[in-house]
RNA sequence: GCGCACAUGAUCUAGUGGUUAUGAUACGAGGUUCCCAACCUCGUUACCCGAGUUCGAGUCUCGGUGUGCGCACCA
């Protein structure tokens, strides 16, 4: 209990220092705010970008993945060959006595064996003949069905011609959908993986615990095609002696190095081995502690129906342990449900490691005299006859699909015999999958780097940032100024800002401690400061945030320190 | 979405229908100070929004919005 008030008061504190400090933000605040939508201030904002800059580079650097970039407005016709119309969809009703609304699906279970897969009238129709109880309040008068969509909705054009369309709830239907020019980027070899950051929106009913449940938040998605036929060749000897937290499906929690994990079975693809050992060394790369990160695998019932094997990586912080990442081996769903639906090819081309030579020897109709002769049924005809073995003999009676007899002379059909080479064939790839929600990584960053110490009212904060995501690399701290350390402070501010990728700040205001903590609570790694042996020999103080450690070195030096690190 | 609680400067907060709304911290200006939230002087900033009750509302009522907690929900 103690305990828990102990998180609360940190939590308070935090959020607190979040929003003075102009790191996270309710959004819209001056109207009163929205629930679900935050803002990166100025110190969040470059925070945000940093991690997404890590995210990039660590991806970019496997050297077979490309970024892309999709809009966020979706047409319906995405969304819905995708399944996210159906699947985002909840058919909810409301009791007529308490007015508690509920899922129909759900009240359902007990009278259907799979309540969720049924249509919006034919469960209308179950609920009128079971009328369950209300959960709340035991009455059984339910209004008519209602669907509740979770994604936003909204028109492409103006008046009766527009198309209806949504923002996407996810940024991977964008590397699906362009997946043929990746494809073709990639010279049509597989494996290959495509990335995007970006927004993603989910019109959650009820939004909490701040930055962990948005309406719109930012993702990060990479999808890595694969050929389900193919050897994985993945080099896991970084990782052999590396243990990990891991949540099996079935059976207790366990520690042990992932490529051990698969060797074991309980990882089941060693591509989604590979994804979650990248995601571990990225996690780490960004300041996430380890010791609060774990995998947890998706219980068969809890995966998507096309899902083979899902890990999450859930962190701890201040809200318990909460999903970040999620890396899933989603077979060929994806592309598979859009070529059904366009009909575009979806697939990669695979060669056999030789040829196969294929005996073709059957029979096929012949077009000139079996057209005129079964007219609107010729078609099915040739399918049938297609389908006889090479010792038919005709004439021949054959029964069509609609139960029609048709009776096939020898004049109508050809016997078709030739030995065909075949070099490969068109498959649909599969994809691992690692998503990214980036906004669950940076707050857990924060609560993973935020420390306070002392006691009682006096506590002293500092941010334990990584210099990689650290939204401020450094602090320029003229120790008085006057006798020239202001300008000399300045100009070495300007000098730092100049150098690509280094922004630092200028503070002169208040006693050089007070301004050393201004800057441990926001995380800045160094504070440079410019005294009184600044102006005899031209070095200044670089004191790290970390330790307190103070050492001298020149402006020129502490500039390059800053621009080769940044 | 339902229920309960809450909403006062940048942050945390006091305030039982009646003057100019409390305090601390923070922030700004000046002073002081040769390196870790010191000190002195001065200063800026607030009753979530909208209706209502009342001679009078930060305070009471209703509605909205937001926040927290519980239930439900959570690709």
Redesign the pocket.
Same mark, same amino acid.
């Given at each position: 209990m103690v305990e828990g008030q102990n998180v609360m008061g940190r939590l308070?504190r935090l959020?607190?220092?979040l /929003? =003075?400090r102009g790191v996270i933000l309710?959004a819209f605040e001056i109207h009163?705010?929205?629930? $679900?939508l935050y803002d990166f201030g100025p110190v969040g904002g470059r925070l945000r970008a940093k991690v997404q800059d890590v995210w990039r580079d660590h991806w970019l650097s496997q050297g077979d993945v490309v970024e892309i970039s999709c809009p966020t407005v979706t047409p319906f016709a995405v969304l819905e060959a995708s399944g996210?119309v159906a699947?985002?969809s909840?058919f909810m009703t409301v009791c007529q006595a308490?007015?508690?609304?509920? /899922?129909a699906d759900?009240m359902l279970e007990a009278h259907h064996p799979n309540p969720d897969a049924l249509s919006m009238s034919e469960l209308q129709a179950l609920l009128d003949e079971a009328s369950p109880p209300c #959960? @709340?309040c035991g009455a059984t008068e339910w209004s008519s069905i209602a669907a509740e969509n +979770?994604m936003f909705d909204t028109v492409i054009g103006a008046g009766s011609s527009g198309r209806a369309a949504f923002l996407r #709830?996810?940024t991977a239907q964008g590397m699906f959908t362009t997946y043929p020019a990746i494809y073709r980027h990639f010279r049509e070899r597989l494996p290959f993986g495509a990335m995007q950051l970006g927004r993603?929106y =989910?019109n959650? *009913?009820?939004? /909490? &615990? $701040?930055m962990i449940?948005l309406r719109e938040?930012n993702?990060a998605e990479l999808e890595y095609f694969i050929d389900p036929e193919a050897e994985a060749s993945h080099d896991f000897t970084p990782w052999r002696s590396t243990s990990v937290h891991l949540v099996p499906a079935e059976g207790d929690p366990f520690q042990s190095t992932i490529p051990d994990a698969l060797d074991n079975g309980v990882i089941l693809h060693p591509t989604v081995a590979w994804y979650m050992a990248r995601t571990h060394d990225l996690l780490h790369a960004l300041g996430i502690d380890l010791d609060k990160l774990r995998f947890r695998q998706h219980a068969r019932d809890e995966m @998507?129906h096309y899902a083979l094997d899902c890990w999450d990586v859930e962190l701890h912080g201040s809200?318990g342990w909460v999903e970040c990442v $999620?890396i899933a081996h989603r077979g060929c769903y994806d592309l598979e449900a859009h070529e059904r639906a366009t009909g575009q090819r979806m697939r990669a081309w695979r060669n056999y490691a030789e040829p196969k030579i294929v005996e073709i020897d059957g029979w096929t109709t012949d077009g000139a005299k079996a057209g005129p002769a079964f007219r609107a049924l010729a078609g099915q005809v040739k399918a049938k006859v297609e389908s006889l073995p090479a010792d038919a003999a005709f004439p021949a009676s054959l029964i069509l699909e609609n139960g029609e007899e048709a009776v096939v002379e020898p004049e109508h059909v050809r016997r078709v015999q030739r030995t065909e080479s075949v070099a490969g064939e068109w498959f649909i790839p599969h994809v691992v999958e690692p998503?990214f $929600?980036i906004d669950r990584i940076i707050w857990h960053i924060i609560d993973h780097a935020y420390q306070e110490a002392g006691d009682g009212d006096d +506590?002293? !904060?500092r941010m334990h940032l990584h210099h990689d995501v650290a939204p401020i690399d450094a602090a320029v701290l003229p +120790?008085?100024e006057k006798d020239g350390m202001g300008e000399i402070a300045s100009d070495l501010h300007l000098r730092l800002c100049a150098s690509r990728g280094v922004l630092a700040v200028y503070d002169a205001?208040?006693? *050089?401690? =007070?301004r050393? @903590? =201004?800057a441990?609570?926001i995380g800045v790694p160094c504070c440079l400061? !410019?005294?009184?042996?600044t102006l005899e020999d031209g070095t !200044?103080?670089w /004191?790290e945030r970390d330790t307190?450690? &103070?050492t001298r070195l020149s402006i020129d030096e502490a500039i390059h320190r800053l621009s080769t690190r940044a």
């Open positions: 308070e959020t607190g220092m /929003r =003075r309710p009163g705010g929205a629930k $679900g996210h699947e985002f909840d308490c007015n508690e609304a509920s /899922r759900t #959960p @709340a +979770l #709830p996810e993603g =989910r959650e *009913i009820s939004p /909490r &615990q $701040g449940r938040f993702m @998507a809200y $999620g998503a $929600g +506590l002293y !904060v +120790l008085f205001s208040g006693s *050089i401690g =007070r050393y @903590a =201004r441990d609570e400061t !410019v005294d009184h042996t !200044v103080t /004191r307190g450690e &103070q």
